[in-house]
């Protein structure tokens, strides 16, 4: 968390206060973490847009803010006692939260991403055209890792985290051990129709907000797609798939906690 659709949730209720605004003060008190912010001051927000999960303010004279908002991290339109960054418009103040600190700024010149390893090879967008099965099945044939690794590497799809890379297998029946290599023809299809079901439905629910409400929209309110959850933090609930007797069972797979039907997505090689 936040994953793609929390992302761009922020992004789009952001961004009308953003538009045409000039940055007066970018305030904080970690500049290790959050780098070269003071290129941004004065500058005008020409922009917004979102690859994977780093949200990027396209600025005036070339520069971009580019945002991660890590495990905890998101904005608020009042101050918080987790407040991190304070950020100060014309018209508006917006703060930047983070309760564990892992999310991190960066102001670059556009499309210098050398301190960003990953946005260099990130994957396609999940809901755009360069998404295609043709380029997915080409991913995953490349590599023995199991599928749900390769979900949260962002390599062969960009902004898929734990929570939608446990309910898109869980709606393509693939379990998360699988090595990628292994899927047939059509059970990437299958995968690759399920990451943009499950991605545009939590888009448009607004995310997902857990147990914890460490996501929260900017606005205060909280996301909605928790409540249509298949498998992530599910253990032990019944299956939800139609005549399905399984039940959703937790194990760890490349360090992250993971949710499955061991009866609808067995692993067969």
Known sequence: MPELPEVETTRRILEPYLLGQRIQKLLHQDPARYRHTERAEGRKVLGTSRRGKYLILQLDQGLEAIIHLGMTGGFRFEPHRHTR???????????????????????????????????????????????????????????????????????????????????????????????????????????????????????????????????????????????????????????????CKGRIVKMVVGGRGTHFCPVCQQNSR
Not at 122 to 136: A, I, R, W
Not at 180 to 200: N, W, Y
Not at 207 to 214: Q, R
């Open 85 to 243: 960054v304070t950020l100060v418009l014309p018209q508006q103040t917006l703060y930047y939260t983070d309760p564990r600190r892992f999310g991190k700024w960066w102001v670059v010149e556009a499309g210098d991403y050398r301190e960003i390893g990953l946005l260099g090879r990130m994957g396609p967008e999940p809901l755009s055209p360069d998404f295609t099965p043709v380029g997915f099945k080409q991913a995953l044939a490349q590599t023995r890792r199991k599928i749900k690794e390769v979900l949260l590497s962002q390599e062969a799809v960009a902004g898929v985290g734990n929570i939608y890379a446990d309910e898109s297998l869980w709606l393509s029946k693939i379990h998360p051990e699988r090595p990628a290599h292994t899927l047939s023809p059509a059970e990437v299809k299958r995968l690759h129709r399920a990451i943009r079901e499950v991605m545009g439905q939590a888009v448009e629910a607004g995310g997902s907000t857990l147990s914890d409400e460490s996501y929260q929209q900017p606005n205060g309110e909280p996301g909605y797609f928790q409540f249509a959850h298949k498998a992530y933090d599910r253990t032990g609930q019944p299956c939800r798939r139609r005549g």
